[in-house]
């Protein structure tokens, strides 16, 4: 599974940005697929996650409410919708995907990887 991450960039605090990941080289089914973020010196660390078949979603508290995250299952992409961004979520995102149909929270339990990309929001 090959995970293409893009829509990063500066934001000044209380904007948006809509991160996606662009999904190819096999069926997701039974996938679940996350997106991390992660700051120099600082684990990677969970934001949202989202079974592919059905749509389920789950969050951080730190992200709940402000954050939402779905994917389209035509265009096998993912998406990151960040409203309300504080300068904490300053980070680089990566989107993941685990090939199993539990989902976790931990960055060991996701199998593939994208590039990531930059989010930087302004106070």
């Known amino acids: 599974v090959q995970l293409q991450a893009s829509g990063g960039g500066l934001v000044q605090a209380g904007g948006s940005l809509r991160l996606s990941c662009a999904a190819s080289?096999?069926?997701?089914?039974?996938?679940?697929m996350g997106w991390f973020r992660q700051t120099p010196g600082n684990e990677r660390e969970f934001v949202a996650a989202?079974?592919?078949?059905?749509?389920?979603?789950f969050y951080a508290d730190s992200v709940k409410g402000r954050f939402t995250i779905s994917r389209d299952n035509v265009k096998n992409t993912m998406y990151l919708q960040m409203n309300s961004l504080k300068p904490g979520d300053t980070a680089t995102y990566y989107c993941?995907?685990?090939?199993?149909?539990?989902?976790?929270?931990?960055?060991?339990?996701?199998?593939?990887w994208g590039q990531g990309t930059k989010v930087t929001v302004s106070s």
């Open positions: 993941a995907a685990r090939p199993f149909m539990v989902v976790h929270y931990t960055r060991n339990a996701y199998r593939d």
């Open positions: 080289g096999g069926t997701f089914t039974n996938f679940v």
């Open positions: 989202i079974r592919w078949s059905g749509g389920d979603t």
